[in-house]
């Protein structure tokens, strides 16, 4: 524990030292001190929220595209934050979910802020749950520079106090769930050709090979559900966490160099204005899902703002017409440990990745770099990046896996990875309860886990997982068993 505080003074320092601040001040919250709980009442639980703002305040590295755009923030055009709403039962059994605008959930800052948390307030480190919205305009924490070890200091102080604070703001309530399908605002980023010989072919979006024609279609539907958990208050503003599907890159560009919290942040700013509700977003599996499609005859937004606007419409109405009341009686939670084995099928190429990667960083020609890769089949440098970045993983690949049941009517699972639609799909329709939640990019981000169907044809999650084919089955089983042993209880 001491070498935990001297972590945070550490940090406390080099924020005083470099100036990284809230455009309030940074939150100072006594954490020794959380407010004795009213009794319940009528209600069902306890639900606290609070918000902090996390935008950086100095030129700095963004992420997204396996890290080979190379951009350094010039402006700020929207603002980040961690978002957080903690829930208790009539036990006191305490979950926090926890959200920040970002590439991913890095393990070192996540980590760092589960275990003060929990040696702080009580709460088991288990059951806190820290996600990112995966935008990719955001500063990206697995790399290394002064400006981000300010940075990622300053995302961990604020973090921690923004969960002290939505335990300090817990109030009696009670909890509705419910869904509306969001037609046509995600885009499965898989596709289907037929060629001139009438054969059809399947492929990804795939580091710029993809083959396109009038006859190009989805290689499946995306899913659509939106997913609403709503807390009406005994007192206070309401407060809401929402779970939906798809990739945050309008602005995230190869060209752009603005920080943003892309249409998540239009999302919920639009959301929160219509309402007066406060909301949580959390990613859902998204592994295989664009915010838009490159098929030009689809109907669709270009504009992340309006993007963000369009789903809020559609979280109002859910809002208005589509809540049942879900009682909690309790709040069970699982975690498994699930060890998966690594896929080596890239292995080979690192020597000539480095080769194609070092080629681009000299001439930044994408023609050039094109061409030294064909002989390998690496075709950009994004290609190439990623089979760099996949060989420093390590040859032990643990995953936190965790469940969490809401009475009996509600589960989450949570995965450190970016899952595909149709495994959550699955779960959904397997499971004992009627609202199944999958929240990607939590607790960790471990790369891709694609469908079996994915791996019939080569794309680009494929060929930088880190983990072998058939470990998204694994992935739904074990979630499925977790849940049906709490719900069995």
């Not at 309006?306 to 975690?335: F, P, R």
């Not at 809401?406 to 589960?411: A, E, I, M, T």
Request: net charge negative.
């Amino acid at each position: 524990m001491k070498r935990l505080f001297s972590i945070l003074l550490l940090m406390s320092l080099l924020l005083s030292l470099f100036g990284c601040k809230d455009t309030e001040e940074t939150a100072e919250t006594d954490m020794n001190t959380l407010p004795a709980l009213p009794a319940l009442g009528a209600y069902d639980l306890y639900a606290g929220f609070d918000r902090k703002n996390i935008t950086p305040r100095e030129p700095i590295e963004l992420g997204g595209y396996s890290n080979a755009a190379n951009r350094v923030s010039q402006a700020i055009q929207d603002e980040l934050f961690v978002t957080s709403i903690a829930l208790t039962d009539a036990q006191g059994n305490t979950v926090i979910f926890m959200n920040w605008d970002g590439v991913r959930s890095y393990p070192l800052q996540q980590e760092t802020v589960r275990m003060t948390l929990a040696q702080e307030t009580g709460v088991d480190a288990n059951n806190i749950y820290i996600g990112a919205t995966h935008s990719h305009s955001c500063p990206d924490m697995n790399e290394t520079s002064e400006a981000l070890e300010r940075y990622k200091a300053y995302v961990v102080e604020q973090a921690i106090a923004s969960a002290i604070e939505a335990l300090q703001d817990r109030r009696p309530a009670n909890m509705s769930a419910g869904t509306i399908e969001a037609e046509g605002l995600n885009f499965v980023r898989h596709y289907a050709t037929t060629l001139d010989d009438g054969t059809v072919t399947y492929f990804g979006d795939n580091f710029n090979t993809a083959v396109y024609n009038d006859t190009t279609t989805h290689a499946s539907e995306a899913d659509p559900t939106m997913f609403m958990l709503y807390f009406e208050m005994a007192e206070g503003k309401p407060m809401c966490l929402i779970n939906w599907r798809a990739h945050p890159h309008f602005t995230g560009g190869t060209s752009q160099y603005n920080v943003s919290s892309d249409w998540v942040g239009a999302f919920r700013d639009a959301f929160e204005y219509q309402t007066g509700v406060d909301m949580l977003y959390f990613n859902g599996a998204a592994g295989n899902i664009n915010e838009k499609s490159r098929l030009s005859k689809e109907n669709q937004t270009t504009d992340y703002k309006v993007h963000g606007k369009l789903l809020a419409d559609y979280a109002i109405s859910l809002l208005n017409t589509n809540l049942e009341a879900v009682q909690v009686d309790q709040i069970q939670t699982k975690q498994t440990i699930f060890q998966g084995r690594v896929n080596h099928a890239q292995d080979h190429l690192y020597a000539q990745a480095s080769e194609v990667w070092n080629i681009w960083r000299a001439t930044g020609d994408s023609e050039a770099v094109a061409q030294a890769g064909k002989p390998y089949g690496i075709r950009s440098r994004f290609h190439a990046s990623a089979i760099m970045s996949n060989m420093k993983r390590d040859s032990n690949q643990p995953r936190e896996l965790n469940a969490i049941l809401l009475g009996k009517d509600v589960s989450l699972v949570t995965a450190p990875n970016e899952l595909f639609d149709t495994n959550s799909v699955w779960l959904e329709t397997n499971a004992p309860t009627k609202y199944t939640l999958t929240l990607g990019y939590t607790n960790g981000h471990y790369g891709y886990i694609p469908s079996a169907l994915a791996w019939e044809y080569t794309c680009y999650e494929t060929d930088i997982t880190y983990l072998e084919q058939g470990t998204a089955e694994q992935y739904q089983e074990c979630f499925l068993e977790m849940i049906e042993a709490m719900h069995a209880q």
